[in-house]
Structure formats: C-alpha cells, structure tokens
C-alpha cells in the first residue's frame, strides 16, 4: 500500500532564552488599559503554575520566520537524504509571515515558502511552493495537504515547514506575552509502498468551529494607555480557548484513531500542541476518559513547552525532531510505533493525524 512516510525531520531552536524572571520587571495592564495592581512576581508566579513554561526562546535580530524555517528545512533534507530538486511541494504553515524585529509590520509577499524555495537553491518550476495560514494547527494541516497531493497523484515528495517568531507580534504589557516564542520545524514526506510494514500516515480528522469561537485568538491593539490604536498585536481570550480545547479537541482525536482504525492502548506517544501545560494535560485525561480509562499513561505526552514556550506552528515538527534524535528524554520512538498528533489554535481550528512509524 502506498503511504505518506516521514523520512526525516529538522528544527531551529533559537539561541536567545527569555526566563520568567525576566518578566518580573514588566508593567501589565488589562485590555481596558488599567495597570495591574497585582504584583509583577506574583502574576509570573501564577503563570508559571498554569503554563508551565519556565523560558522560552527568541531568534536574533537579523533572522526572520523565512530564514529560521529554512535552517530547519535543510535539516530536514539532511536528515532524509533527500534531494531538494526532488521535492514536488514545499508548504510553509505559519501565522504572521516575516515581522523586521522592533516593527509589527508582517510581509506574506512573496510568500514564506517562495522564500524558502529561493533560500534553499531549489531550480525546479515544478516544486510547488505555497503557504497555509490555520493557526497552531498549520503544520499538523500541512501534513495532512500533501497527503491529499500524493493520493491525487499530484506529488511524490513534500517539505512541510512550520516556522513563526512570535516574539515580534505580543504586546509587552499583555500577561499574554510570556506564553509565545520563536522557533521552526521541518518534515519531508514521501508517498513510499509499505507493503510490509505498514508505515506512514493512517488517517486524520480537521474542524473549523467560526461562530462565536471565530475571535478567541484575534489581533487588537496594545493594553498599554496611550497606545498607537492603529497598530495590533496577538491577543488571546485563555478562558474561553481552554474550554473550547477542552471540549473538542480530545473528541477530534478519538475520531481520527476510529478513521485510523487504531485503538487508543496501541498508541505509543501523542505529540500535541505546546500551548499550555496544564490544557494539554487535560486534553489527554479526557481523551482517555472517552475510552473509560483513567488516568491516561504515564509518559504519553513528550513536552517541550518548559523551556521552548509556544512557537505556535513549530510546536509539533520541533517536538518530533527532538524525540526521533532522542533529545526529551526518556521519550524514544521504534520502527512501528504508532504516534497521534494533535493542535489547536486561531480560527478556531482543531486538527488530529495518526501515524505509524
């Protein structure tokens, strides 16, 4: 049977670490503009225990999403063996296209994935190079695109990037602030008979919910009084995008193993979306709970959000890289194993994909 088959992976992990403790000098203010009485160490506090991230990292000044994407596509490349002249479609997911650090400007034109294509050499016309704007799921939605490609007898080689630097885009008086990072990662995907052993992509389940779930995670201008109002930066309502996650999200994960025809105890490990510790952890208890089983297994959910924070589309491919390099321990993955990936994010969209390694 032919499947879309990982055959490497990549990352970029920036080199600037942002601790809480760096955040203890801030000022935060409300979004009706008023300064948060609360004490800053206290509010840092507070986030650390819901969050769970202690650092997080930002890339350097002379770096856009583009060129961090790219780093992690050569990775990748690297990683497969593969030829860059082989690929058929280069997708780049991301959120914000190139921000110049200390501007809020965006630049999507040319596309992210042009960019790439040009930053990495590729001559062939018929390499097809586009990008995918669905929030934190973009990548995983990538993944699940090609698929769709190769099945059409479209493509036979894919590079999905996911790459964004956040940094540029948070409002420094919003708490907010401290969840978002910067960082890329980076698959090639090749559509492969496997035959023998199963392998590859086994099925996937998507959802968009647009009616009041559409402005959870939207644009608005700073929490800071006085503030330039025609200028907007990634604003979050974590109350209702928690409830919203913990609702749908482990319901589309439950669908895509019933697509897959797998049961939840043969699943080896679940990469979600690194948005929030505590969220996480609850996606996975009632995804289990659906299945009357509780607590869910121990060592299931490799996480990375401790000390790479939320780098929104790179979340997923970054955590993948690290564990098939054995770089989170104790978290291995063996030929066969079979791996759920798993994201939420702006839209609001939801998207899960089964795979067997």
């Given at each position: 049977m032919l499947r879309s088959v990982i055959t490497g992976t990549g990352s970029y992990i920036p080199p600037s670490v942002r601790s809480n403790s760096d955040f203890t000098k801030h000022v935060f203010y409300s979004k009706t503009q008023q300064a948060l009485l609360t004490p800053p160490e206290e509010i840092v506090s507070k986030f650390t225990q819901i969050t769970g991230i202690r650092e997080r990292r930002y890339t350097t000044e002379d770096l856009n999403a583009s060129d961090i994407g790219c780093i992690a596509a050569k990775a990748a490349l690297e990683n497969s063996g593969t030829d860059a002249e082989e690929i058929d479609q280069l997708i780049v997911a991301h959120n914000f296209g190139?921000?110049?650090?200390?501007?809020?400007?965006?630049?999507?034109?040319?596309?992210?994935?042009?960019?790439?294509?040009?930053a990495l050499g590729i001559q062939n016309p018929a390499c097809t190079a586009y990008d995918i704007l669905f929030g934190c799921p973009g990548w995983i939605q990538g993944l699940i695109q090609a698929d769709a490609f190769f099945k059409a007898g479209m493509a036979k080689?894919?590079?999905?990037?996911?790459?964004?630097?956040?940094?540029?885009?948070?409002?420094?008086?919003?708490?907010?602030?401290?969840?978002?990072?910067?960082?890329?990662?980076?698959?090639?995907?090749?559509?492969?008979?496997?035959?023998?052993?199963?392998?590859?992509?086994?099925?996937?389940?998507?959802?968009?919910?647009?009616?009041?779930?559409?402005?959870?995670?939207?644009?608005?201008?700073?929490?800071?009084?006085?503030?330039?109002?025609?200028v907007r930066y990634i604003k979050m309502n974590g109350r209702k995008v928690y409830?919203?996650?913990?609702?749908?999200?482990?319901?589309?994960?439950?669908?895509?193993?019933?697509?897959?025809?797998?049961?939840?105890?043969?699943?080896?490990?679940?990469?979600?979306h690194q948005a929030n510790?505590?969220?996480?952890?609850?996606?996975?208890?009632?995804?289990y709970q659906l299945y009357n089983i509780s607590p869910a297994p121990k060592d299931i959910m490799p996480m990375s959000i401790h000390w790479l924070g939320?780098?929104?589309?790179?979340?997923?491919?970054?955590?993948?890289?690290?564990?098939?390099?054995?770089?989170?321990?104790?978290?291995?993955?063996?030929?066969?194993?079979?791996?759920?990936?798993?994201?939420?994010?702006?839209?609001?969209?939801?998207n899960a994909a089964c795979y067997r390694c």
């Open positions: 190139n921000v110049i650090k200390n501007t809020i400007q965006t630049a999507a034109v040319p596309s992210l994935a042009s960019l790439i294509k040009h080689k894919a590079l999905i990037i996911g790459t964004e630097t956040l940094s540029r885009v948070i409002d420094a008086y919003d708490r907010d602030s401290m969840i978002f990072s910067d960082g890329a990662g980076a698959v090639v995907t090749e559509f492969k008979e496997t035959e023998t052993t199963d392998q590859g992509l086994l099925g996937y389940s998507t959802q968009t919910h647009a009616m009041e779930e559409v402005n959870y995670i939207n644009m608005g201008m700073s929490y800071y009084p006085g503030s330039d109002p025609g409830e919203y996650a913990m609702t749908y999200v482990p319901a589309a994960m439950k669908t895509c193993l019933e697509k897959s025809g797998i049961g939840i105890l043969d699943v080896k490990k679940i990469f979600i510790e505590k969220m996480d952890e609850g996606i996975i208890q009632r995804l939320n780098s929104s589309v790179a979340t997923v491919p970054t955590l993948l890289d690290l564990v098939r390099r054995e770089k989170l321990e104790p978290h291995r993955l063996s030929s066969g194993d079979i791996i759920l990936f798993a994201s939420v994010g702006a839209g609001m969209n939801i």
